[in-house]
């Protein structure tokens, strides 16, 4: 018999806590689940219907390795309109397949063995496992409470080396809903020329903002062209999370080594589904209004119910679908909490340590599921949690 031999790089890859939390609860329909970040909506009825279009005209066959020319130059319109950013859709626009695809294409081909890549801390898992997988050290950037979770130039100026080879942002944040505010913005993107380095800006959640500035998008700055690589996914936006769709673009160089490298991966992302991108974001956007608004009212009242449970410290977070309370009054490890809150009454949270070592001490919950299901986890929470409390004292 053979024994697996796995490739040393395993090792470094973790795999996702989230995952775990989420698989302990599969099948169980007494649990509130509150983990994985998908929109409880459908995806709107027009995006579907041009997709069976699609299929019936025959747009079942491979692609360009970037994606189609016309669903691309879709995209071209959809950067210049909503982000500022001017990109050629010959060589400056890629489909891929969702975010994730382009986040693991951008590392795989800027980052070289012993480059130094700075990322948010608490964040988006994967953020550092491609990091690892592209052999490349990952430096953790920890988003404070203090400040909104917000990244600030001066935080990562501090941590800038000679071997700094890449900023990865991500605003708003997952899992903390915060966002960087267009001044710190700017004074990124001065730093990032002044010290020579890419940005890899993931803005999955670009279109859920609850606060009142109108977002700049760092690739649409002066000076960024050549050193931003700004990826954009259908997932959140268009409640999409199947159809495996992102944009990404950037400069010319990159774009074309990641489509390079996309055709020994997965070839390309599926036509169907890059034709339903273009019916999405070339489409009426009142579906994306509905659904900010819906997660605005949401965030409202998860916000509300936790501020009034004792030991629960938040700051309503600027955007994306989770929030990110402070839970350390309760003086335990927080994947002990998440257990013990699951154990108890039967809702699934995710302990803030899955998202980083800065992570510890918080919880997220997401609230992209219906205000029923919101409603119920939080009389369940206040039912337990300061008894916990009360205990732990
Ligand atoms: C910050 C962030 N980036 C990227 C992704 C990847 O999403 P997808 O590949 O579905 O676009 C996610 C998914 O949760 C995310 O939270």
Not at 22 to 42: A, E, K
Not at 65 to 74: E, L, S, T, Y
Not at 355 to 371: D, K, W
Request: hydrophobic content about 40%; glycine content about 8%.
């Amino acid at each position: 018999m053979v024994h697996a031999m796995l490739a040393e790089r395993n090792q470094f890859v973790p795999a996702s806590e989230i995952r775990r939390i989420y698989n302990m609860i599969l099948g169980r329909d007494d649990v509130i689940d509150l983990t994985v970040g998908i929109p409880d909506f459908d995806t709107p009825q027009h995006i579907k219907q041009a997709a069976k279009q699609a299929i019936d005209d025959g747009f079942t066959k491979y692609t360009h390795n970037a994606g189609f020319i016309d669903v691309r130059q879709v995209f071209a319109d959809k950067l210049k309109r909503d982000n500022g950013i001017d990109a050629d859709p010959v060589s400056e626009i890629m489909a891929t397949a969702g975010g994730m695809g382009a986040l693991v294409l951008a590392n795989l081909v800027l980052v070289e063995p012993g480059d130094e890549v700075i990322y948010p801390d608490p964040g988006f898992v994967s953020h550092y496992a491609h990091v690892k997988l592209a052999e490349g050290k990952a430096i953790p950037l920890q988003l404070k409470k203090e400040n909104g979770f917000g990244v600030t130039a001066e935080g990562v100026s501090k941590l800038v080396t000679d071997k700094t080879k890449m900023l990865v942002l991500n605003s708003p944040n997952n899992p903390t809903g915060g966002v960087i505010s267009n001044e710190e913005l700017k004074k990124i993107a001065e730093l990032a020329i002044e010290k020579d380095f890419y940005i890899l800006s993931d803005e999955a959640y670009e279109k859920f903002r609850y606060d009142n500035e109108k977002p700049l998008f760092i690739g649409s700055l002066p000076g960024m062209k050549e050193r931003v690589v700004s990826l954009f996914s259908l997932s959140k936006s268009y409640a999409m999370t199947g159809w495996r769709i992102g944009i990404c673009t950037g400069p010319s160089e990159v774009i074309g080594a990641m489509t390079k490298l996309q055709e020994h991966v997965i070839a390309m992302p599926t036509s169907i589904s890059q034709k339903a991108a273009a019916a999405a974001v070339e489409g009426s956007q009142d579906c994306v209004k509905e659904m900010l608004d819906t997660f605005k009212e949401r965030r409202d009242i998860m916000v509300k119910g936790l501020q009034q449970i004792e030991g629960v410290d938040l700051q309503p977070p600027g955007g994306a679908f989770y929030v990110f309370p402070d839970v350390s009054a309760f003086g335990m490890e927080t994947f002990e909490l998440v257990m013990r809150i699951l154990n108890e009454v039967n809702v699934a949270t995710v302990h803030g340590s899955a998202f980083g070592h800065f992570g510890e001490g918080f919880l997220r919950l997401c609230y992209a599921m219906s205000t029923e299901s919101i409603e119920k986890a939080l009389q369940r929470l206040d039912t337990f949690l300061p008894k916990l409390l009360r205990k732990s004292k």
